[in-house]
C-alpha cells in the first residue's frame, strides 16, 4: 500500500487530543502516516473547539488558511472534524469550496469508511450523525510519541449537565460510559507501550457508569489503581454537584491516585451558580473542599472560573474573589463568558460590556497570581517526586547554569506543578535516561508556571510518593 501522509491539528480541550490520536488510529490501516508539514501532506484534518466564540473563529481562520495550500497541491483532501463540524455540519461545506469532508464527534470510527470514498471519487461528504449508545469502542488508540510517558484514556463522552452557557452537551451529544474492561485493556496496552501516568478523560467522570449501571466511577478507579507498571492516576472533570464522599475518600485510599483535583466552580455567587445551572450552592462546594482537605491536606485544588455571566454585579463578581481568597486554588483557568449558538444563556439579559469582562478577568487573574507565587515560595525547601516527562531548552540561569537554551529536564510533582531540573551532573544528553522514571527533587527556585529544583535522588532512590514505589526505574 502506497504510504501517505496525515497532517492533524488540533484546538481544545484533551477530549479533542484524545481523538486526535483516535484519529490517527482509524487511518492508520487505509497507509496514512502521521507529519508535522502541513504542505506535504495528502490529507489535513482539523479537529476544532467551539467552547467560546474565539476558539470558533480560531478554526475558521485556520481554514481559511488551508485555501491556499489546497491550491498548490489540488489532490490534497481536507477534513473539518471537532465540535465546530458537529455544529455547523453541511455550512462549512457550503462556506469554504476547499472543504472536502466533514465528520462530527461521533463519526470517528466512519472516517475511514468516507475517507476512501473521497479518495475514489473526490466527493463531498458530511457526517454529524450522533448517537446514546457509545461506539463499539473498538478502541482503536494511535502510536505514542517517542519518549511519552503520560496518556489521556477517554473513559466516557459527552454531558447530560446543560449548564445554561455550554455548548458541549449540544455538540457532543449525551453522556456514554465506556466499558470498564475495555478501559483496563487500553490502560494496559499503554503502559506495555512505556506509559507511566493515564489521566482519564470525561465532562463529568464522577457520574462514570451511573446510566449504564457499570461500576461507580471510584470502583472504577480501584481497578486502574491495581494495574502493574502504571505509576500514576489522574482525572479530569470533576463536577462538583457530584463528587462522591466515597471519590473524596478515594484520595486517601488509592495510592496511585494523583493528590490533585480539578473541581470547576465557575462562580462563587449562588444566584449566577443558579442561573448557570450548576446545581449546587457556594456552601455545598466549600463543603466539599473541606472534605478533600481532611481526606489528602496537601491535595492541590485548581478550578475553571467564567466572569462577566449574563446580569453579574460587581457584588457577585467580589464574592466569586472572595471564594478564590478563601480556597486559595493551585491554579485557575478563568474565562471571559462568551455567547454559544444553542446554550440558553445566550438568550439572557443583562450582558455584561466586554471591557467590564476584560477588567474583571485581569483583577481575577492578578489575584490568582498572588496566590499561586506565594504557594510556590511556600514548596521552596521541599523535595518532591516528579515523574519526568523529558527534557526542554532552557535560557534559565538557574536550570541551565549556561544560560545559553541548553537542555534541562522536566516533570511534574503528584500535585501537577511542573518543575525544571538541569540536565547535568552526569546526566545531560541521554534522553533516555530519565524520561519515565520517579526522581526527587529539591525545589529551589520558583517561577510564574513553573519551579526549579536540583536532582537530590536518581530514579533507582527516588523516594516512593504514594505508589510510585510500584515503579522499578
Ligand atoms: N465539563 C467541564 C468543563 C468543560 S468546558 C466542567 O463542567 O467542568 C471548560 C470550561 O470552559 C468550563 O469549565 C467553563 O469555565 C468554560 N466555558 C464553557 N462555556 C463557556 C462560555 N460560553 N463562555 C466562557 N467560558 C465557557
Ligand atoms: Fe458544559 Fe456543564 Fe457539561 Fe461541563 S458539566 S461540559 S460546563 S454542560
Ligand atoms: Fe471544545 Fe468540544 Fe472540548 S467544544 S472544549 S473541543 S468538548
Redesign the pocket.
Same mark, same amino acid.
Given at each position: 500500500m502506497k504510504s501517505k501522509l496525515l497532517h492533524i491539528s488540533t484546538i481544545g480541550?484533551q477530549m479533542n487530543v484524545y481523538d486526535a490520536d483516535q484519529i490517527a488510529g482509524v487511518l492508520a490501516p487505509l497507509g496514512y502516516t502521521g507529519t508535522d508539514a502541513i504542505e506535504t501532506a495528502d490529507l489535513v484534518v482539523v479537529n476544532t473547539c467551539t467552547?467560546?466564540e474565539k476558539a470558533e473563529q480560531k478554526a475558521f481562520s485556520f481554514l481559511g488558511r488551508l485555501a491556499k495550500i489546497k491550491a498548490a497541491n489540488p489532490s490534497l483532501i481536507v477534513a473539518v472534524g471537532g465540535c465546530v463540524a458537529q455544529q455547523e455540519g453541511q455550512a462549512i461545506l457550503k462556506r469554504m469550496p476547499h472543504v472536502d469532508l466533514v465528520f462530527g464527534t461521533h463519526a470517528i470510527f466512519r472516517l475511514p469508511e468516507m475517507v476512501r470514498r473521497i479518495e475514489q471519487t473526490r466527493c463531498r461528504l458530511v457526517d454529524v450523525r450522533m448517537s446514546d449508545a457509545i461506539d463499539s469502542d473498538s478502541a482503536l488508540v494511535g502510536p505514542l510519541a517517542p519518549g511519552q510517558v503520560s496518556a489521556f484514556v477517554t473513559i466516557m463522552r459527552g454531558?447530560d *449537565?446543560f449548564?445554561t452557557?455550554?455548548?458541549?452537551p449540544h455538540v457532543r451529544g449525551r453522556e456514554a460510559s465506556r466499558h470498564p474492561d475495555r478501559i483496563i485493556e487500553e490502560i494496559r496496552m499503554r503502559v506495555d507501550q512505556g506509559v507511566r501516568e493515564v489521566t482519564l478523560l470525561g465532562? *463529568?467522570v464522577n457520574s462514570y457508569g451511573n446510566k449504564e449501571g457499570l461500576c461507580s466511577f471510584s470502583e472504577l478507579l480501584e481497578r486502574v489503581n491495581d494495574i502493574p507498571g502504571l505509576g500514576r492516576i489522574r482525572f479530569t472533570?470533576s463536577?462538583p454537584k457530584d463528587l462522591s464522599d466515597d471519590l473524596i475518600g478515594a484520595f486517601g485510599r488509592l495510592k496511585k491516585l494523583c493528590r490533585h483535583i480539578h473541581l470547576?466552580v465557575?462562580s462563587g455567587d449562588d444566584e449566577i451558580l443558579r442561573r448557570m445551572n450548576r446545581r449546587y450552592t457556594r456552601a455545598a462546594y466549600m463543603d466539599k473542599v473541606a472534605r478533600l482537605r481532611v481526606q489528602c491536606p496537601d491535595i492541590a485544588i485548581t478550578s475553571?472560573?467564567?466572569v462577566g455571566f449574563p446580569g453579574e454585579t460587581d457584588r457577585q463578581f467580589q464574592a466569586t474573589l472572595d471564594l478564590i481568597r478563601t480556597v486559595r486554588y493551585d491554579g485557575l483557568?478563568a474565562?471571559?463568558?462568551?455567547?454559544?449558538p444553542s446554550?440558553p444563556a445566550t438568550a439572557f439579559s443583562g450582558k455584561i460590556d466586554e471591557r467590564v469582562k476584560k477588567a474583571r478577568l485581569q483583577t481575577l487573574l492578578d489575584l490568582q497570581a498572588g496566590i499561586t507565587a506565594e504557594k510556590y515560595q511556600a514548596m521552596l525547601g521541599q523535595v518532591r517526586t516528579v515523574l519526568v516527562e523529558g527534557t526542554s531548552r532552557s535560557l534559565d540561569h538557574f536550570t541551565n547554569p549556561a544560560g545559553d537554551g541548553g537542555l534541562q529536564w522536566t516533570g511534574r510533582t503528584s500535585s501537577n506543578h511542573i518543575v525544571h531540573f538541569p540536565a547535568d551532573e552526569g546526566n545531560s544528553g541521554d534522553k533516555e535516561l530519565l524520561t519515565g522514571a520517579f526522581a526527587d527533587i529539591m525545589i529551589e527556585t520558583a517561577h510564574a508556571h513553573s519551579l526549579g529544583g536540583r536532582l537530590i535522588q536518581g530514579p533507582m532512590g527516588a523516594t516512593p510518593e504514594k505508589g510510585e514505589k510500584t515503579i522499578a526505574a
Amino acid at each position: 500500500m502506497k504510504s501517505k501522509l496525515l497532517h492533524i491539528s488540533t484546538i481544545g480541550c484533551q477530549m479533542n487530543v484524545y481523538d486526535a490520536d483516535q484519529i490517527a488510529g482509524v487511518l492508520a490501516p487505509l497507509g496514512y502516516t502521521g507529519t508535522d508539514a502541513i504542505e506535504t501532506a495528502d490529507l489535513v484534518v482539523v479537529n476544532t473547539c467551539t467552547i467560546r466564540e474565539k476558539a470558533e473563529q480560531k478554526a475558521f481562520s485556520f481554514l481559511g488558511r488551508l485555501a491556499k495550500i489546497k491550491a498548490a497541491n489540488p489532490s490534497l483532501i481536507v477534513a473539518v472534524g471537532g465540535c465546530v463540524a458537529q455544529q455547523e455540519g453541511q455550512a462549512i461545506l457550503k462556506r469554504m469550496p476547499h472543504v472536502d469532508l466533514v465528520f462530527g464527534t461521533h463519526a470517528i470510527f466512519r472516517l475511514p469508511e468516507m475517507v476512501r470514498r473521497i479518495e475514489q471519487t473526490r466527493c463531498r461528504l458530511v457526517d454529524v450523525r450522533m448517537s446514546d449508545a457509545i461506539d463499539s469502542d473498538s478502541a482503536l488508540v494511535g502510536p505514542l510519541a517517542p519518549g511519552q510517558v503520560s496518556a489521556f484514556v477517554t473513559i466516557m463522552r459527552g454531558c447530560d *449537565n446543560f449548564c445554561t452557557y455550554c455548548v458541549v452537551p449540544h455538540v457532543r451529544g449525551r453522556e456514554a460510559s465506556r466499558h470498564p474492561d475495555r478501559i483496563i485493556e487500553e490502560i494496559r496496552m499503554r503502559v506495555d507501550q512505556g506509559v507511566r501516568e493515564v489521566t482519564l478523560l470525561g465532562q *463529568n467522570v464522577n457520574s462514570y457508569g451511573n446510566k449504564e449501571g457499570l461500576c461507580s466511577f471510584s470502583e472504577l478507579l480501584e481497578r486502574v489503581n491495581d494495574i502493574p507498571g502504571l505509576g500514576r492516576i489522574r482525572f479530569t472533570t470533576s463536577h462538583p454537584k457530584d463528587l462522591s464522599d466515597d471519590l473524596i475518600g478515594a484520595f486517601g485510599r488509592l495510592k496511585k491516585l494523583c493528590r490533585h483535583i480539578h473541581l470547576p466552580v465557575q462562580s462563587g455567587d449562588d444566584e449566577i451558580l443558579r442561573r448557570m445551572n450548576r446545581r449546587y450552592t457556594r456552601a455545598a462546594y466549600m463543603d466539599k473542599v473541606a472534605r478533600l482537605r481532611v481526606q489528602c491536606p496537601d491535595i492541590a485544588i485548581t478550578s475553571d472560573m467564567i466572569v462577566g455571566f449574563p446580569g453579574e454585579t460587581d457584588r457577585q463578581f467580589q464574592a466569586t474573589l472572595d471564594l478564590i481568597r478563601t480556597v486559595r486554588y493551585d491554579g485557575l483557568f478563568a474565562f471571559m463568558y462568551s455567547d454559544r449558538p444553542s446554550a440558553p444563556a445566550t438568550a439572557f439579559s443583562g450582558k455584561i460590556d466586554e471591557r467590564v469582562k476584560k477588567a474583571r478577568l485581569q483583577t481575577l487573574l492578578d489575584l490568582q497570581a498572588g496566590i499561586t507565587a506565594e504557594k510556590y515560595q511556600a514548596m521552596l525547601g521541599q523535595v518532591r517526586t516528579v515523574l519526568v516527562e523529558g527534557t526542554s531548552r532552557s535560557l534559565d540561569h538557574f536550570t541551565n547554569p549556561a544560560g545559553d537554551g541548553g537542555l534541562q529536564w522536566t516533570g511534574r510533582t503528584s500535585s501537577n506543578h511542573i518543575v525544571h531540573f538541569p540536565a547535568d551532573e552526569g546526566n545531560s544528553g541521554d534522553k533516555e535516561l530519565l524520561t519515565g522514571a520517579f526522581a526527587d527533587i529539591m525545589i529551589e527556585t520558583a517561577h510564574a508556571h513553573s519551579l526549579g529544583g536540583r536532582l537530590i535522588q536518581g530514579p533507582m532512590g527516588a523516594t516512593p510518593e504514594k505508589g510510585e514505589k510500584t515503579i522499578a526505574a
